[in-house]
């Protein structure tokens, strides 16, 4: 970390992970290290109590429109083993299926709408690409006669 910041003293970084990389220990060294993140957890009683709102609004709109329903929030929350709370955005979506509700940890300012759709969800448009990119490689003739 210390050679990147050397070399690019003003470019800031930004972690975006599932909820498999949601420990205590890596959002901390995210930031003394000046890190944002923006990373998937995996919903729980606790979590879902506190969205228990926002999931009760965004199943009533639906029920009110038949359109799908996405609203977002944010609290703040710290699973037992964590050293301390950290800001978790709640998005509540209900449609015709039921309802889908995701969290993540995030320690950015922007609004949790952005960071949900713009930020967190951009990391499956990322690995999508990355697996074609292993597919083409893989399943077809990738050879050149002027490489």
Not at 57 to 77: I, M, N, V
């Amino acid at each position: 970390m210390r050679a990147l910041r050397e070399r690019w003293p003003g470019v800031e970084i930004v972690l975006r992970g599932d909820s498999g990389f949601c420990r205590w220990p890596m959002l901390r060294w995210c930031e003394d290290n000046k890190v944002g993140y923006v990373v998937g957890i995996a919903g729980n009683g606790v979590l879902m109590e506190s969205a228990a709102g926002l999931v009760a609004e965004a199943e009533k709109r639906h029920a009110g429109t038949g359109a799908k329903q996405k609203l977002f929030g944010s609290f703040s929350y710290a699973a037992g083993t964590w050293d301390r709370q950290w800001r978790v955005i709640v998005k509540a979506e209900h449609s015709a299926k039921g309802p889908n509700t995701r969290f993540v940890v995030t320690n950015l300012p922007q609004s949790d709408r952005h960071l949900y759709t713009g930020v967190y969800c951009a990391r499956g448009d990322m690995e999508n690409r990355i697996k074609n990119q292993q597919l083409d490689l893989f399943a077809d003739r990738a050879s050149s006669t002027r490489f």
